[in-house]
């Protein structure tokens, strides 16, 4: 949606929100429950420096681009009075475009869609399809919903089908996700037996007899 009136309007507050701004989240979740909102304030604790992307000609950038130090992904925000929307045309492109840059650098691009005039959380998260995932997004993209396909695969958006934004803002600041991702590397470190030890020592060993050879 272009950054002049009501889409830019809906851009500010998702901005607004990964940033982890109270204010913005307070005001996204007046009308849901308490137990939503306290989902929703997690994001204060691991907030995004959230960057609007550039206009045309950087088709596959989203319109917002969310990093922080452990992730980091492009945002398409939809808006439309309807649960149902379709891609058509540029919008197609568009897609096409998030799901090359997915690939190509391994990231996870997400739809946002606000459906206006409905009380509770009117966001919800979709993701594009894309592979050769790792860490966090990997994780993530398990629990996100795809965009559904229309009868001739076409992707398109049903509010019904995506992920509430508050359950995705809990998702997105748990910390405990990079931990399941760790036990791997530090047992590699446990399990370093000591033959792989001498190895080592014999082969830098080995290197400094030739070194010194080549120096003499």
Same mark, same amino acid.
């Given at each position: 949606?272009?950054?002049?009136?009501?889409?830019?309007?809906?851009?500010?507050?998702?901005?607004?929100?990964?940033?982890?701004?109270?204010?913005?989240?307070?005001?996204?979740?007046?009308?849901?429950?308490?137990?939503?909102r306290a989902q929703a304030m997690q994001i204060c604790q691991r907030p995004f420096l959230v960057v609007r992307a550039p206009g045309s000609g950087s088709e596959g950038t989203g319109d917002l681009l969310?990093?922080?130090?452990?992730?980091?992904?492009?945002?398409?925000?939809? #808006?439309?009075? $309807?649960?149902?929307?379709?891609? &058509?045309?540029?919008?197609?492109? %568009? @897609?096409?475009?998030?799901? /090359?840059?997915?690939?190509?650098?391994?990231?996870?691009?997400?739809?946002?869609?606000?459906?206006?005039?409905?009380?509770?959380?009117?966001?919800?998260?979709?993701?594009?399809?894309?592979?050769?995932?790792?860490?966090?997004?990997?994780?993530?993209?398990?629990?996100?919903?795809?965009?559904?396909?229309?009868?001739?695969?076409?992707?398109?958006?049903?509010?019904?089908?995506?992920?509430?934004?508050?359950?995705?803002?809990?998702?997105?600041?748990?910390?405990?996700?990079?931990?399941?991702?760790?036990?791997?590397? #530090?047992?590699? $470190?446990?399990?370093?037996?000591? &033959?792989?030890?001498?190895?080592? %020592? @014999?082969?830098?060993?080995? /290197?400094?007899?030739?070194?010194?050879?080549?120096?003499?």
């Open positions: 949606d272009s950054s002049m009136g009501i889409g830019g309007a809906y851009e500010r507050e998702l901005r607004s929100v990964l940033a982890g701004e109270e204010k913005g989240i307070r005001a996204i979740t007046r009308s849901c429950s308490e137990t939503e969310a990093l922080r130090g452990d992730m980091c992904f492009p945002i398409e925000v939809k #808006s439309s009075k $309807k649960p149902k929307l379709y891609l &058509s045309g540029r919008t197609v492109l %568009q @897609y096409q475009a998030l799901e /090359e840059i997915g690939v190509r650098c391994s990231i996870q691009p997400f739809y946002a869609y606000r459906l206006k005039g409905v009380r509770g959380d009117s966001w919800r998260i979709f993701r594009v399809r894309t592979e050769g995932l790792t860490g966090k997004l990997r994780l993530l993209s398990r629990t996100v919903p795809e965009l559904p396909l229309t009868r001739n695969g076409t992707p398109y958006l049903d509010w019904e089908k995506g992920l509430p934004l508050h359950k995705f803002l809990s998702l997105i600041s748990k910390s405990e996700n990079a931990n399941n991702i760790q036990p791997s590397t #530090s047992l590699n $470190k446990t399990n370093f037996s000591v &033959s792989d030890s001498s190895k080592v %020592q @014999y082969e830098s060993s080995s /290197e400094r007899t030739a070194s010194s050879l080549s120096n003499s």
